[in-house]
């Protein structure tokens, strides 16, 4: 039995937790001029996710980037 999408499914359900209210303190404290620091993040750990061999961490690595990508919108 495979368990690796099911803590895969776990890891974006908490990162997608964590970001709603890390976006709102960010914009609330810095305003919309904290774009560049979400791209920047999200763009360093894409690269990141390649070089991990790990699926679980690779594919960890890929969420929390990609959430912070959505945070730039």
Do not use: D, Q, R
């Not at 039995?1 to 404290?29: D, Q, R, T």
């Amino acid at each position: 039995m495979e368990i690796s999408g099911i803590l895969i499914g776990l890891i974006a359900f908490g990162v997608i937790g964590i970001f709603h209210p890390l976006i709102i303190y960010g914009e609330y404290h810095f305003g919309t001029k904290i774009w560049p620091a979400f791209l920047v993040a999200g763009l360093l750990l894409c690269v990141a996710s390649l070089f991990v061999n790990n699926i679980i961490a690779s594919s960890a690595l890929g969420i929390i980037a990609f959430c912070c990508f959505w945070s730039i919108k």
